[in-house]
């Protein structure tokens, strides 16, 4: 079977119905109570009205469908009365989900609002009636009535977060915890938040071994993707991101007010400002939302969140937040070229696709430097660039090595003690006093299983088909000093803009950042790229009319979370006054 081909399991026996005509095969065994108060809220009578505004009741007949599981851009369902059972049909055995029978209730995740594959699907399982919305009726509700708005959204964050608990999701994983094809597939689903389910073969599972043989899948052949449609031998993440619903089409008659170039902090937050106040916004993202930050276990200095939150959950709510104002998302997609004419700005992407648009944000961000001494032999097999719960999981027991003496190597240490045995944190400094937070400082030291080893760097990795330690040698001396047994290297030494594809259109400093407003004036090429415009750049305009730089891949810029929202949302000002000085 080829590449991307899709082969569907055996049909499996016909579940049993009762005399309601609801599944009676497997209950899940952590079903939810359908009147748990967070979970499924009841809308009052006032807000059924405001949801009858969007659309007609319909009427179903006992067994209809009203949605499929995996199905695209599925209708959100707000029951008026009767009873409809939510099932997953995934498995070798049918499992009820969740059964409602009370009107008020609403059914749906946030798949509806994403327009991701249905996880679940939903049947009548007596007569019923219900409204129906589609996805675009979904969001003109929440975004033009707040109560009910926060009221669904609250919820369907709340249930995916409970489905991810229960390792509920139409997507499975099955592969070796050591492929780095199993992993990078793995990786990309979490980043990007999709719920799903990894089968480890080193388990050997009764649930892996069902599993393979229902899909009549060898071990050979793994990793493989499982979701509604049937099993995907040799997944690639573009692939995968196009079935999931990441990667929409693009139309390339379209002229967008703004293109954003990379979906960090600073790309969603001028995403969101954007959407938000009317512009047609698209934003371009290569690998996942959230950027650097996005890979962070714990960011606790952001303001309004005492407690800390996730990059990941960061990244989502920024996500949801620019898609409810209308913001389309692309993932994964670079671009490769920006060209620039004085009508409009054109942006080609790695798949062939232009892009055409009357302003450019440019919030491509930077990688982090690799590992000289461990080459690309263990990336994604024992080296990580980057330390999310991915990563993390396989260090149970054992002893991880942090290299990095930034905010971002100090809270995946922290995070990493709560998994391994033991972590060495590695610094080329004497201390961390220079490079880190000080509460971040304070953690390390409080936690017991964290070891700083300062003066040292890596000399060399070891290892067959996986890492099992490193060669550490001094960083004053280069001496060899000790050999450690490791399952693991997260390495965060730094990072490079992302702006080779850059050269030749908007000014670079030496180290290849993009500049930006006095800086940008002094560049050797300014007058030439602005072409005699009457106007001075803005402060985050780079040395071409109508293209701006935020967050890590600008000259200048503050390393940290809140100024790379602030300089999107920042610069969706100057845009909106490059469009007015264009007209």
């Known amino acids: 079977m080829s590449a991307h081909e899709v082969s569907t399991p055996p049909c499996p026996p016909s579940p049993v119905l009762d005399d309601d005509h609801h599944y009676t095969v497997s209950r899940h065994p952590n079903l939810v109570d359908p009147t748990h108060p967070r979970l499924h809220p009841k809308l009052t009578e006032d807000q059924l009205c405001e949801v009858a505004q969007y659309a007609a009741c319909q009427r179903f007949e006992p067994g209809q469908l009203l949605f499929k599981q995996g199905q695209r851009h599925a209708p959100f369902v707000v029951l008026r009365q009767g009873k409809v059972n939510v099932y997953d049909k995934q498995t070798p055995h049918h499992r009820v989900l969740i059964a409602h029978c009370i009107a008020g209730r609403f059914i749906g995740d946030l798949s509806m609002f994403t327009g991701e594959p249905t996880i679940a699907m939903c049947e009548a399982a007596q007569e019923c009636e219900a409204y129906v919305l589609t996805q675009a009726q979904l969001r003109q509700l929440i975004t033009e009535h707040a109560a009910v708005g926060e009221i669904i959204l609250k919820c369907l964050m709340d249930r995916r977060e409970w489905l991810r608990g229960e390792k509920l999701g139409h997507v499975k994983v099955v592969g070796s915890r050591y ?52 099993v995907e031998r040799e997944p690639t993440i573009d692939h995968v991101a196009k079935q999931l619903g990441l990667c929409p089409e693009l139309h390339e ?21 954007a959407a938000s106040e009317g512009l047609s916004t698209l934003v371009l993202e290569g690998q996942s939302p959230g950027g650097q930050a996005g890979q962070s276990s714990r960011i606790e200095n952001y303001l309004g969140f005492p407690t800390g939150l996730s990059g990941l959950d960061l990244a989502q709510r920024a996500v949801l937040q620019a898609k409810k104002f209308g913001a389309l998302l692309v993932n994964p997609r670079s671009a490769v ?47 990580y660039y980057g330390a999310s719960h991915t990563e993390a999981e396989r260090c149970n027991g054992e002893t991880a090595i942090v ?60 290892g067959d088909q996986k890492l099992d330690g490193v060669t550490l040698c001094d960083s004053r001396t280069k001496e060899s000093c000790e050999q450690v047994h490791a399952c693991a290297v997260f390495v965060m030494i730094g990072a490079d803009p992302r702006t080779d594809w850059l050269r030749g259109c908007v000014g ?42 935020v967050g890590d891949v600008r000259h200048g810029a503050i390393n940290r979370v809140a100024a790379a929202i602030g300089e999107g949302g920042m610069a969706v000002t100057f845009v909106h006054r490059a469009l007015a000085a264009a007209t």
């Open 253 to 273: 008659d379209k002229l967008w007010d703004v293109a954003i170039v990379g979906g960090g902090p600073g790309g969603l937050g001028a995403a969101v400002y």
């Open 508 to 549: 670079l400093d030496p180290k290849c950042f993009v500049l930006t407003g006095q800086a940008a004036e002094a560049h050797p090429d300014f007058a030439e790229h602005w072409g005699g415009t009457d106007r001075k750049p803005g402060h985050l305009e780079t040395t071409r009319p109508g293209i701006f730089a």
């Open 179 to 230: 492929d780095r094809d199993a992993f990078k597939l793995r990786d990309f689903l979490s980043r990007n938040g999709i719920l799903h389910h990894f089968l480890e073969l080193e388990a050997q599972s009764e649930q892996t071994k069902e599993m393979l043989a229902y899909f009549d899948v060898t071990e050979d052949q793994c990793p493989v993707l499982i979701h509604s449609a049937g």
């Open 337 to 383: 070229q920006l060209r620039d004419t004085k009508e409009e700005k054109t942006l080609t992407l790695d798949d062939g696709t232009t892009v055409r648009a009357k302003a450019v944000v440019l919030a491509c961000g930077a990688d982090y430097r690799k590992l000289d001494s461990c080459a690309d032999r263990f990336d994604g097999k024992g080296v």
């Open 403 to 462: 290299v990095g003496g930034g905010n971002s190597a100090g809270q995946a240490a922290v995070n990493l003690a709560k998994h391994a045995d033991l972590v060495k944190l590695i610094i080329r400094r004497a201390d961390l006093s220079a490079t880190m937070s000080d509460y971040l400082i304070k953690r390390i030291a409080a936690t017991p299983n964290i070891e700083l080893l300062p003066f040292r760097e890596i000399r060399d990795c070891h």
